[in-house]
């Protein structure tokens, strides 16, 4: 059973940075794919980013292209997301999730409990 931890949230500015990491544990981290999701207030839970297992690929939601990074390290069992030109509207919890095969879909059963991204004006 794959367990995840989020790291890194937090409260900036519009415009800012913000790295976020999940340090994974178990056996599968190696060979299953990895992603983020997010989920506003009052919003449903919504794709940001996954990739495989060798990065060779990896996916993008629109309103993360060119401004969302999703990155992994299997050594150290990590997973990252670098945000840039952050926006207000990117304010949510955001998930780290795992999943067999190499994407990862809002229906899998493996999830980090979320860490708290808020963007002010």
């Known amino acids: 059973q794959p367990k995840l931890e989020e790291s890194g949230g937090g409260l900036v500015q519009a415009g800012d940075s913000l790295r976020l990491s999940c340090q994974g544990s178990?056996?599968?981290?190696?060979?299953?794919?990895l992603g983020w999701f997010r989920q506003a207030p009052g919003k449903e839970r919504e794709f940001v980013a996954d990739m495989s297992m060798t990065g060779a690929n990896r996916r993008y939601a629109d309103f993360a292209k060119g401004r969302f990074t999703i990155d992994r390290d299997n050594a150290k069992k990590t997973v990252s997301l670098q945000m840039n030109s952050l926006k207000p509207e990117d304010t949510a919890v955001y998930y780290c999730?795992?999943?067999?095969?190499?994407?990862?879909?809002?229906?899998?059963?493996?999830w980090g409990q979320g860490t708290q991204v808020t963007v002010s004006s």
């Open positions: 178990g056996t599968t981290f190696y060979a299953w794919a």
């Open positions: 999730a795992t999943q067999e095969g190499v994407a990862v879909d809002i229906t899998t059963p493996y």
